[in-house]
């Protein structure tokens, strides 16, 4: 059992350049999966589309939510897609089997006057500041992921040129930036992280104030830091500016296609939730604002 597990890891890693996230959601499925198999007395490569069924079953039972059994499903038909690729099985088992539909919620965004709020509070008159600033601010013109954001490097950046070029996936996607986030990156790049760097061969774009590359928990308690100096009242996330991002360019007229790209979206579907969420707050304007509504 662990050895197709572990060949279903390097799978992920691999061949699907699965992000770390995706890897252990997926192998810990896989492996709660194999561990109630197992108590059945069924072997994985025994495993019929009956077995996939009443394990979703049970999974319900258990009180599991809807979008956890979706992820389960989805993580077991992953699983079985590789043994299939390798040749171990001439069929996927759970090739058939369907989750119960997940309603998926809109994401939460920030007002545009919520993000000035936020982009406000750095205090830039110090080192850390003036770094924190320079990580919302990129975070927020760029839209890209908190997982992208911590393993970018210097040379990622093109000031000059007043762009990012973000790796991701084994693809490589341009973003513009605009002024002030430029201002704000250059301040960093050229008074700050050359005093917080131990040594000249560090090449992470960001750094902490031991010199070390930012992590996603050190950026992470950041955020929520500045989001109660602010007092927002909105739980924010890193995602939190990433989705503002999209939507705020959808409300300005920005074309779908183009913010896809700009988010590394492999599927237009993807882009298409900031839409519904567009909508939806306008018909929420309409119900409020509508004498006869």
Not at 132 to 138: H, K, S, T
Request: glycine share 6%; hydrophobic share 40%.
């Amino acid at each position: 059992m662990s050895n197709l597990i572990f060949a279903y890891e390097n799978y992920l890693k691999n061949e699907k350049q699965a992000s770390a996230n995706t890897v252990c959601s997926y192998v810990r499925d896989v492996k709660q999966f194999a561990a109630v198999m197992a108590g059945n007395g069924l072997e994985l490569t025994d495993v019929l589309g009956r077995d996939v069924e009443e394990y979703t079953r049970t999974l319900t039972r258990k009180g599991k939510s809807p979008a956890t059994i979706t992820r389960s499903v989805a993580s077991i038909k992953s699983f079985y897609q590789c043994l299939v690729a390798r040749g171990m099985l001439d069929q996927n088992p759970a090739k058939d089997v369907t989750a119960a539909r997940v309603e998926r919620k809109l994401p939460q965004v920030l007002t545009s006057r919520e993000v000035e709020l936020l982009l406000e509070q750095p205090d830039c008159t110090d080192l850390k500041g003036c770094r924190d600033r320079a990580m919302l601010e990129l975070l927020y013109a760029t839209g890209i992921r908190v997982s992208e954001l911590i393993t970018l490097e210097i040379d990622d950046l093109n000031l000059p040129g007043s762009v990012l070029c973000c790796h991701s996936k084994g693809k490589e996607r341009v973003i513009p930036l605009y002024p002030a986030a430029v201002r704000a990156l250059g301040e960093y790049i050229h008074s700050v992280r050359p005093r917080l760097v131990d040594s000249m061969d560090e090449t992470a774009l960001f750094v902490n104030m031991h010199g070390e590359p930012m992590s996603r928990q050190g950026f992470w308690k950041l955020i929520k830091y500045y989001q109660e100096r602010a007092g927002i009242q909105k739980d924010i996330t890193p995602h939190t500016l990433r989705h503002s991002f999209a939507t705020h360019l959808l409300e300005n007229g920005a074309d779908l296609h183009a913010i896809q790209e700009m988010m590394g979206h492999a599927d237009i579907s993807s882009t298409q939730v900031y839409t519904r969420l567009l909508n939806q707050r306008i018909k929420d304007v309409y119900l409020k604002a509508h004498p006869r509504a």
